[in-house]
């Protein structure tokens, strides 16, 4: 059974992480002390569900955790220094520390160690969040101990519930674009500059047609702008929606 470890202090680890060309040993105390701390460790890296869901997420919501007090946001997996450096580079996450427990001290001395042999992973952690004040763990979000790989409350949107039930959400917005078009480098100036950040679908990759823009939007003609799953429309439109 998976403990809660709420009220004690952090464990006291040494991470080996490589910045540049350099090792770079990164202490517990480094991490957390004197810092308002949000840590979410994840199974692997380039997982699924990690890649897809639970580190996207965070990431979009990084702004709002900051604006709640929160200093740092820690992703934490049993790999090693170059494969967490590799998915950082690969994901975009430029709000997320990237840190290693390659050897697993960490996540064995927080009861979070467990045996994923079954899939060829070995020993890795198991999914949870927690909220660390000062090197003290505040609060902790793990996942139940069920076969698989349950993703239920480690989630950033469960962790922002409990820091502020009243802090608003950033706005979801994707674009749908094509290569050369104008219209389109209109609409994403207009939301990078009024501070929204978006989601592109390309015509052209992926399988993405205009078939597929015509049945999403009901539209043949690029670009088209949603948010929060509501169809704002052209980049005309989308002009006339920041300033309404």
């Known amino acids: 059974m998976l403990q809660t470890k709420e009220g004690q202090s952090v464990p006291q680890v040494v991470f080996h992480t490589r910045q540049g060309n350099d090792w770079v040993d990164v202490t517990s105390d480094q991490l957390f002390k004197g810092k308002t701390v949000i840590l979410f460790a994840l199974p692997g890296a380039f ?117 502020n039930p ?25 939301l990078a500059d009024n501070g929204y950040k978006y989601e592109e679908i390309v015509l052209g990759t992926n399988g993405v047609s205009f078939s597929s823009l015509q049945a999403v939007s009901g539209r043949g003609t690029t670009p088209q702008i949603f948010v929060d799953g509501k169809l704002i429309g052209s980049a005309d439109e989308l002009e006339e929606w920041v300033t309404s």
């Open 47 to 163: 997982t699924p569900t990690c890649s897809s869901t639970h580190l996207p997420r965070y990431n979009e919501l990084a702004p709002i955790f900051a604006d709640n007090g929160v200093d740092d946001i820690i992703c934490l997996s049993v790999n090693d220094t170059f494969v967490m450096n590799a998915w950082a580079e690969d994901q975009k996450a430029e709000n997320i520390t990237f840190i290693p427990d390659g050897n697993g001290e960490f996540s064995e001395a927080m009861g979070m160690l467990v045996d994923k042999s079954d899939i060829g992973f070995g020993k890795r952690s198991w999914r949870y969040s927690m909220l660390v004040k000062d090197g003290v763990i505040e609060k902790m979000f793990i996942e139940p101990d069920l076969p698989g790989d349950p993703f239920q409350v480690s989630d950033g949107d469960t962790m922002l519930e409990y820091i």
């Open 166 to 190: 009243q802090a608003e959400q950033p706005k979801r917005v994707t674009i749908i674009s094509k290569p050369g078009c104008g219209h389109c480098t209109r609409a994403k100036k207009v």
